[in-house]
T-cell receptor, first 115, second 115 residues
Framework: DAGVTQSPTHLIKTRGQQVTLRCSPK?????VSWYQQALGQGPQFIFQ???????QRGNFPDRFSGHQFPNYSSELNVNALLLGDSALYLC??????????????FGDGTRLSIL | SQQGEEDPQALSIQEGENATMNCSYK?????LQWYRQNSGRGLVHLIL?????REKHSGRLRVTLDTSKKSSSLLITASRAADTASYFC???????????????FGQGTILTVHP
C-alpha cells in the first residue's frame, strides 16, 4: 500500500522562476493539503483540495496556486519565486469522512532552494 | 489562534528515561493530534485525542488533554535513541460554519535521546 509520494525530492531554482511540485496521495484518500516548512519551523498550511476544488487556504499570496486531478493527485505551483520561498514543501493526504480533521499522512517533501 | 505551542523547545535525555512534552492552544478544538518528524523527512501521525477524551495510550505513548486549561501533554516512556526527532502538536478545529478542518502546527519540541 503506497503512501504519499512527492516529486521531485530536491529542486534548485532562481529568483523569478516558476516551479511545479507534485503529490500522489495515499491509496483511498481523497483530500490533499500542502504545507511549507522553513528550516527550524513547524509546517505552515498553504491550502487544501477536495473534489478538485480549493477548500481552504492559509495566509499565502496568490503566487501560490494548486490543482487537484480526478485521480486525487495534486500539484502546487509557485510563481515569481523569492528567496524566502526556500523551504521543504510537504504534501499530506487524508480521507474526508464523518469526522473532520482526520489524521494526515505526509510525504517526505520536496526541498526547494532558491538562488 | 488555533496554533499549538510546544514546550520545551528542546529536550535532551538518556535512553530509558521518560520524555514529557507539553502543548498549549487558545481556541476550542475538535481534537488534538501529535506528530513526529525525523530529520529531513515528512511528519508521522502518532496519536489523536478527541475533545471529549482526557487520556489516551498507544504503546509507549501517553497523551493527556485538559480542555479547561487548553493544554495537552505527550509522554514517551522508556525512551530509545530511535525516538530522537521533532514532535509537533496540532490542535484541529473546523473552519467556521463548515465541516472542513485543518491542522496548525507550532515550532515543535526537538527531542534528543542519548544512547
Amino acid at each position: 500500500d503506497a503512501g504519499v509520494t512527492q516529486s521531485p525530492t530536491h529542486l534548485i531554482k532562481t529568483r523569478g522562476q516558476q516551479v511545479t511540485l507534485r503529490c500522489s496521495p495515499k491509496s483511498g484518500h481523497d483530500t490533499v493539503s500542502w504545507y511549507q516548512q522553513a528550516l527550524g519551523q513547524g509546517p505552515q498550511f498553504i491550502f487544501q483540495y477536495y473534489e478538485e476544488e480549493e477548500r481552504q487556504r492559509g495566509n499565502f499570496p496568490d503566487r501560490f496556486s494548486g490543482h487537484q486531478f480526478p485521480n486525487y493527485s495534486s500539484e502546487l505551483n509557485v510563481n515569481a519565486l523569492l528567496l524566502g520561498d526556500s523551504a521543504l514543501y510537504l504534501c499530506a493526504s487524508s480521507l474526508l469522512g464523518e469526522y473532520s480533521n482526520q489524521p494526515q499522512h505526509f510525504g517526505d517533501g520536496t526541498r526547494l532552494s532558491i538562488l | 489562534s488555533q496554533q499549538g505551542e510546544e514546550d520545551p523547545q528542546a529536550l535532551s535525555i538518556q535512553e530509558g528515561e521518560n520524555a514529557t512534552m507539553n502543548c498549549s492552544y487558545k481556541t476550542s478544538i475538535n481534537n488534538l493530534q501529535w506528530y513526529r518528524q525525523n530529520s529531513g523527512r515528512g511528519l508521522v501521525h502518532l496519536i489523536l485525542i478527541r475533545s471529549n477524551e482526557r487520556e489516551k495510550h498507544s504503546g509507549r505513548l501517553r497523551v493527556t488533554l485538559d480542555t479547561s486549561k487548553k493544554s495537552s501533554s505527550l509522554l514517551i516512556t522508556a525512551s530509545r535513541a530511535a525516538d530522537t526527532a521533532s514532535y509537533f502538536c496540532a490542535p484541529a478545529a473546523n473552519a467556521g460554519g463548515t465541516s472542513y478542518g485543518k491542522l496548525t502546527f507550532g515550532q515543535g519540541t526537538i527531542l534528543t535521546v542519548h544512547p
